[in-house]
């Protein structure tokens, strides 16, 4: 008898365990006692400018440079600017010896004065025919010749007076007063850099979403707080065979000249600007394979939560585009969402903790 009362219990037992293993997890939930509203943290969608940006190395370059040098071979008489000034555009920088080309040019002037009194002169007498038509002729060919004798000498004599060409900073001064000028001595530099030009490579991939006109921010290692800004240029029309890579040049504000040529900078081009709607990235729940939230509702007695789901674009800074399923000003879980279901009363906590009213 004591073996069919023990066979009974362990048969009531394995029934026991039995219907609770084979219960549904509903009904075991229902079966617990209610823990109340989980904390969860929040945050509101927002509407935000943003864009695709694509990131590159640059280099600087002067928007106008120029090696200044001498076109003829001759001494220096006269240097009037120092190193790392600046000039405006004819400035005289260096004289070369000229001296001889004076000379000639103010006797020039001299034989054109008399070969145009004599024009004149010879002109008046035509006109009541006591002289030829051909000496007059003559000493018109004579007017002319001077004339250009004289534009030649003054031509001779600019060759030696080097001018600013343009508006900008001069380099170094690499000549002294005295020394020969030769066609292959550098007298200085001259760039513009209150612009300048920026070139950078771009893989090919990206050549569809580069276009000139737009907006680019570069960044130097001299200045690692301030951005300065610019716009793409021009775009190059081939690709590189062996580096698979394309060329884009940028002009790049530089007012204060804090930037040099040949600064390496880090370029990125605002690409595809738009207004859209953001989360934080923090907020997604991914349900395989797609992407929902959980948006929390007020009700009656305080607060539960809604999971939706939503389509998402570009993920940037720690937050993500929206592109639908959500409006602006909706607020969504950033914090908690393992410990919450749809429908689940929650409780919004601030950022200090406590139980928002």
């Given at each position: ?198 070139d950078f490579t771009v893989p090919e991939r990206q050549l569809s979403a580069i276009a000139g006109g737009m907006k680019i921010e570069a960044i130097s290692q001299a200045h690692p707080k301030r951005v300065f800004n610019g716009e793409v ?93 959500l409006s602006q000003g909706d607020q969504v879980v950033t914090r908690g969402t393992l410990h919450i279901r749809d429908g689940q009363a929650v409780s919004v906590q601030s950022d200090e903790g406590a139980a928002s009213q």
């Amino acid at each position: 008898m004591k073996m069919i009362r023990a066979f009974g219990t362990l048969r009531a037992s394995l029934v026991l365990i039995s219907t609770l293993l084979l219960a549904p997890p509903t009904s075991l939930y229902a079966q617990a006692p209610n823990a109340g509203p989980v904390p969860v943290r929040v945050a509101a969608v927002e509407l935000e400018h943003i864009s695709n940006p694509i990131e590159a190395l640059g280099t600087a370059r002067a928007w106008e440079f120029v090696s200044l040098r001498a076109g003829v071979t001759e001494h220096i008489s006269k240097i009037h600017f120092e190193s790392g000034q600046r000039v405006k555009a004819g400035d005289v920088l260096v004289e070369l010896s000229h001296g001889e080309e004076l000379a000639e040019l103010a006797g020039a002037r001299a034989t054109l004065e008399r070969f145009e009194r004599d024009e004149k002169r010879l002109g008046g007498l035509v006109g009541k025919n006591l002289t030829t038509r051909e000496q007059w002729e003559a000493v018109q060919t004579q007017v002319a010749e001077t004339r250009a004798l004289i534009d030649g000498l003054q031509a001779r004599i600019d060759d030696r007076i080097i001018r600013a060409p343009f508006d900008g900073q001069l380099g170094l001064r690499n000549i002294s007063v005295g020394s020969l000028a030769t066609p292959t001595t550098e007298i200085t530099t001259i760039q513009e850099i209150e612009r300048l030009k920026l070139d950078f490579t771009v893989p090919e991939r990206q050549l569809s979403a580069i276009a000139g006109g737009m907006k680019i921010e570069a960044i130097s290692q001299a200045h690692p707080k301030r951005v300065f800004n610019g716009e793409v240029m021009i775009v190059e029309a081939r690709v590189d065979p062996q580096t698979r890579a394309f060329t884009v040049r940028g002009r790049l504000d530089n007012p204060d000249s804090d930037l040099k040529p040949g600064m390496l900078l880090r370029v990125k081009i605002i690409s595809n600007p738009r207004e859209a709607l953001t989360i934080p990235e923090a907020a997604l729940v991914p349900v395989a394979g797609d992407q929902s939230v959980f948006v929390v509702k007020k009700t009656e007695g305080g607060h539960m939560v809604q999971r939706r789901e939503i389509q998402i674009g570009h993920r940037y800074r720690g937050k993500v585009e929206v592109l639908s399923g959500l409006s602006q000003g909706d607020q969504v879980v950033t914090r908690g969402t393992l410990h919450i279901r749809d429908g689940q009363a929650v409780s919004v906590q601030s950022d200090e903790g406590a139980a928002s009213q």
